[in-house]
């Protein structure tokens, strides 16, 4: 009897996380989301490991909501194009002749090879395979050496077409058919920015890269700051102090958290032109995180940005881009000023890759536990209930 109540009061002392090891990674999210902030933990090793929950991620978010390929600034002229993997689906965004962009599928409607790679532009949208060559809008314009065949009519054929819309400069794609328009989603940000007139930013680089780690690592760890003075130690942590951030409840369709900057960067400054901002304002950077996984760094002199997506369970495809707000198009020093703050986020991001890879070889472990979250991670418990809301939802 005294062994059975001993075995009792072992089992009530142990920590949810370890009564509830039999769970799966779905259902210790949901446990995970289910108190209140003040309470919270970072979320269960298993929702960054198995292989199960990203394919959950990529049927009830990646393929449900808006995914970000970029700045529309990079797609200027007509068959300026870009290409990607959206939740296994081949796709290109690309500049037609009227000016108007369009999302279509990258997959030719004869035997289904890929069509466009990259970046780059194009007059026609040849196949690689048997040249059937297509309009920039899609239709078919010839096919060699399909006269014989009866039942072929060029006129039938024309690539699916995805949607696509443009909000404040960037480019957004989906594959769901349903979801609530992009200005919709993302009002309350466009009132929050305004006087930024994110539109008006023009890129002036953009990358691809791949690191070793989940993509909700990278996610997290732009999401908080909390993490700047020790990751960043040796390039911007001695900037970044901690009392000046604020992180308020995020909104169903993203997240922020707002630092005040000094004018040791200039850049990152109104400009003296610019009398849209008052105050504080005039030094206040956004670090907005646009669900699921557009990250933007948003001060009144420059953006960078990262938009990510899932490679497999331990690697994430990473978009990384920047530039200029317009008010600084016409100041000489500029694009010098520009150049060295580029080197600057070369190595913030070198710093970023080590702690991320890091935290993912972590979460491996099975000795890992997760533990209670700061009050600067506020943003961090706002992006699981986002995503347990998405898979919670496709399961209903």
């Known amino acids: 009897m005294v062994r059975r109540e001993n075995e009792h009061q072992t089992i009530r002392n142990r920590s949810p996380f370890e009564r509830d090891a039999n769970m799966n990674a779905v259902q210790k999210l949901q446990q995970n989301v289910a108190v209140p902030f003040e309470q919270a933990r970072a979320m269960p090793p298993e929702v960054y490991t198995s292989g199960t929950f990203l394919e959950h991620e990529l049927s009830d978010i990646f393929s449900k909501d808006w995914f970000c390929v970029g700045r529309a600034s990079a797609l200027d ?3 300026d194009y870009v290409t990607l993997e959206l939740a296994g689906q081949p796709i290109m965004v690309i500049r037609d002749k009227e000016g108007v962009l369009r999302a279509q599928s990258n997959v030719c409607l004869h035997r289904m090879s890929t069509l466009l790679s990259g970046r780059g532009n194009t007059r026609s949208i040849v196949c690689p395979y048997h040249a059937w060559t297509y309009n920039l809008d899609g239709t078919l314009r010839g096919a060699p050496a399909m006269t014989l065949n009866e039942g072929f009519c060029k006129d039938g054929y024309k690539l699916p077409v995805v ?8 480019v957004f794609v989906s594959l769901n058919p349903d979801v609530p328009n992009v200005s919709e989603q993302l009002a309350e940000v466009e009132s929050l920015v305004s006087g930024y007139d994110m539109t008006n930013y023009t890129e002036t680089f ?3 890269h791949l690191w070793d780690t ?11 700051s909390y993490h700047l003075p020790v990751c960043h130690a040796g390039t911007i942590g001695g900037l ?5 951030m604020v992180c308020p409840p995020g909104l169903p369709a993203f997240n922020y958290h707002t630092i005040l900057k000094d004018d040791s960067l200039k850049i ?11 105050g504080d304002m005039r030094r206040t950077t956004f670090l907005l995180a646009i669900y699921p996984s557009l990250l ?12 990510l997506h899932p490679d497999g369970v331990g690697k994430v495809r990473i978009g990384f881009g920047g530039g200029m707000s317009d008010d600084y198009a016409n100041d000489p020093d500029a694009q010098g000023n520009f150049t060295k703050l580029k080197d600057l986020l070369d190595e913030v991001n070198v710093e970023d890759r080590g702690c991320t890879e890091k935290v993912y070889r972590g979460l491996c472990s099975t000795l890992a536990k997760p533990g209670h979250l700061s009050h600067l991670e506020r943003p961090n418990y706002d992006f699981a209930q986002y995503i347990n809301a998405m898979i919670t939802a496709a399961k209903a």
């Open 77 to 79: 002229k007509p068959g």
């Open 163 to 170: 949607r696509c819309e443009e909000w404040l400069g960037w």
């Open 206 to 208: 953009f990358e691809t």
């Open 214 to 224: 989940n993509w909700k690592v990278l996610a997290e760890n732009f999401m908080e």
């Open 240 to 244: 970044s102090k901690l009392d000046e």
């Open 268 to 278: 990152a400054m109104a400009h003296k032109n610019n009398t849209r901002l008052k």
């Open 296 to 307: 933007i760094t948003l001060t009144p002199g420059y953006f960078w940005y990262l938009t």
